[in-house]
């Protein structure tokens, strides 16, 4: 769902994060503040589609940042009510919120620190 204008994902990313969920599946957890493997229901198919994200906590609660605009895993968890976390063998269920761009200001000057991995990309 990507709109004209929109950066492109590297080539090597797909191939990338689908090792890294098979490794999640396998149980190998990566600690601290690393990727989790994020299931939503996809928006026309229904099937499930999972992507590795990684969460940062603030103030004891979680928060997720979409690497590429227009990525579809944030346009699937737009349209689904609930999607899946998991971190190595560990699954749980939660509601993601989307935040309006004022809101979000405060997360995303915390974002660099907080996911250095995911700001150096």
Same mark, same amino acid.
């Given at each position: ?14 191939? /990338? ?43 004891? +609660? ?15 968890? +737009? /349209? /689904? ?11 749980? +269920? ?6 309006? /761009? ?20």
């Amino acid at each position: 769902m990507a709109r004209a204008g929109d950066p492109k994902p590297p080539w090597w990313l797909k191939p /990338a994060n689908n090792v890294f969920i098979r490794m999640s599946r396998l149980g190998l957890s990566f600690g601290g503040e690393s990727p989790v493997v994020l299931t939503v229901p996809g928006r026309k198919s229904g099937l499930p589609r999972s992507t590795p994200v990684t969460p940062m906590t603030v103030d004891g +609660r979680e928060y997720v940042v979409a690497g590429f605009p227009g990525a579809d895993w944030v346009a699937n968890v +737009r /349209a /689904a009510e609930e999607v899946t976390v998991a971190r190595g063998r560990k699954v749980r +269920r939660v509601r993601m919120v989307e935040f309006s /761009a004022e809101d979000a200001r405060p997360l995303l000057r915390a974002f660099p620190e907080a996911v250095p991995p995911g700001w150096a990309s």
